[in-house]
């Protein structure tokens, strides 16, 4: 996880400032400052993100989008350098769960889309290691050797996320015993471009994967079924198949769920309903994947496609 200072944030942050919409008339806003939202370069969020920010220039806002590490936000809400953060995944549970004890930080619930993120493959690897999607067949060593390639040393070519993701894959794979190469993308749209050349190669690989998504939720392929999450996995070593290890399970599946910093909700209770009542579809977050992944448009430009075609449902949030 990396580490955060309060007092860098403001270097740290590059910021777009989004000018403000028509203010609604039944509720104008309150709150006149601009209304800082993250954005972290990976497509599904920041297409969530933007989303709902253009929503809240149409009532009438300001709004800043803040590029910032995912890991760090949500230090940076606890703190109050972030306002409101509307497309958390319910699978970093861990990061959630301490951000709320704070005391600084309310879950506003979800927002409507359900998650996963665990290992994936393609289905002709399936072929290589035919025990899969059971995480016990990348125990046999034939297994191994099939996903292997002579850039991984005879060990499972794994790839990982980028390095601020929380997918605790060392931990995982040191607790389950497994003999996995990781490489790790710079970027979300490495790691799919990655995955995308492998599987048109047809080349042994295993990668994270993550629903909702274009590709990882195409039927083109299959997760790996791990120990199912427990609360206790990530902190008891007790707790599990390992009795040594923590982590020897999967990431919780969940919601994407939104979040949002206390002392801001005083200021501007209007904005906070709005966050309440935004709700999108796995098919809407879908599509603005691949409309970023597949036909090169920015998340602000997928984004307001959607608000475009949806002025019915977002348009009864402002009431």
Same mark, same amino acid.
């Given at each position: 996880?990396?580490?955060?200072?309060?007092?860098?944030? &403001?270097?740290?942050?590059?910021?777009? %400032?989004? =000018?403000?919409?028509?203010?609604?008339?039944? @509720?104008?806003?309150?709150?006149?400052?601009? +209304? /800082?939202?993250?954005?972290? @370069?990976?497509?599904?969020?920041?297409?969530?993100?933007?989303?709902?920010?253009?929503?809240?220039?149409?009532?009438?806002?300001? %709004?800043?989008?803040?590029? #910032?590490?995912? !890991?760090?936000?949500?230090?940076?809400?606890?703190? =109050?350098?972030?306002?409101?953060?509307?497309?958390?995944?319910?699978?970093?549970?861990?990061? %959630?769960?301490k951000t709320i004890k704070s005391g600084e930080v309310v879950n506003a619930g979800s927002a409507g889309v359900k998650t996963r993120e665990s290992w994936w493959y393609p289905n002709y690897v399936g072929e290589l290691c035919p025990g899969l999607p059971d995480w016990k067949a990348l125990l046999?060593?034939?297994?191994?050797?099939?996903?292997? *390639?002579?850039?991984?040393? =005879?060990?499972?070519?794994?790839?990982?996320?980028?390095?601020?993701?929380?997918?605790?894959?060392?931990? /995982? +794979?040191? &607790?389950?015993?497994?003999?996995?190469?990781? !490489?790790?993308?710079?970027?979300? =749209?490495?790691?799919?471009?990655?995955?995308?050349?492998?599987?048109?190669? /047809?080349?042994?690989? #295993?990668?994270?994967?993550? *629903?909702?998504?274009?590709?990882?939720?195409?039927?083109?392929?299959?997760?790996?079924?791990?120990?199912?999450?427990?609360?206790?996995?990530?902190?008891?070593?007790?707790?599990?198949?390992?009795? @040594?290890?923590?982590?020897?399970?999967?990431?919780?599946?969940?919601?994407? %769920?939104?979040l949002y910093n206390v002392n801001f909700a005083k200021k501007a209770p209007y904005a906070i309903k709005i966050l309440t009542n935004f709700q999108l579809s796995t098919d809407d977050v879908a599509t603005g994947i691949s409309r970023q992944d597949v036909d090169g448009a920015t998340p602000e430009?997928? &984004?307001?496609?959607?608000?475009? /075609?949806?002025?019915?449902?977002?348009?009864?949030?402002?009431?």
């Amino acid at each position: 996880m990396k580490t955060y200072q309060s007092s860098l944030l &403001a270097a740290a942050f590059a910021i777009v %400032v989004a =000018g403000a919409g028509s203010a609604n008339a039944q @509720n104008a806003p309150e709150f006149t400052e601009p +209304i /800082r939202i993250p954005v972290y @370069n990976v497509p599904d969020s920041d297409f969530i993100d933007y989303a709902f920010g253009q929503i809240l220039t149409k009532a009438g806002y300001n %709004v800043e989008y803040l590029k #910032i590490d995912y !890991t760090a936000h949500f230090t940076a809400l606890e703190f =109050g350098d972030i306002d409101m953060s509307p497309a958390v995944w319910g699978t970093s549970k861990d990061l %959630v769960d301490k951000t709320i004890k704070s005391g600084e930080v309310v879950n506003a619930g979800s927002a409507g889309v359900k998650t996963r993120e665990s290992w994936w493959y393609p289905n002709y690897v399936g072929e290589l290691c035919p025990g899969l999607p059971d995480w016990k067949a990348l125990l046999d060593p034939a297994c191994v050797k099939a996903l292997s *390639t002579p850039e991984t040393g =005879g060990a499972i070519n794994y790839l990982g996320t980028p390095p601020d993701f929380a997918a605790y894959d060392p931990e /995982r +794979i040191k &607790a389950l015993g497994l003999n996995a190469h990781i !490489t790790l993308p710079g970027t979300v =749209g490495t790691m799919v471009a990655t995955m995308k050349g492998a599987i048109e190669k /047809r080349q042994p690989i #295993i990668g994270w994967g993550m *629903t909702p998504h274009w590709l990882y939720g195409s039927g083109q392929g299959k997760f790996v079924e791990f120990p199912e999450f427990d609360d206790r996995c990530p902190t008891d070593a007790s707790w599990g198949i390992n009795p @040594n290890e923590v982590w020897d399970c999967a990431l919780s599946v969940g919601d994407i %769920v939104k979040l949002y910093n206390v002392n801001f909700a005083k200021k501007a209770p209007y904005a906070i309903k709005i966050l309440t009542n935004f709700q999108l579809s796995t098919d809407d977050v879908a599509t603005g994947i691949s409309r970023q992944d597949v036909d090169g448009a920015t998340p602000e430009q997928a &984004a307001q496609e959607w608000v475009d /075609r949806n002025t019915e449902v977002w348009s009864k949030w402002l009431k």
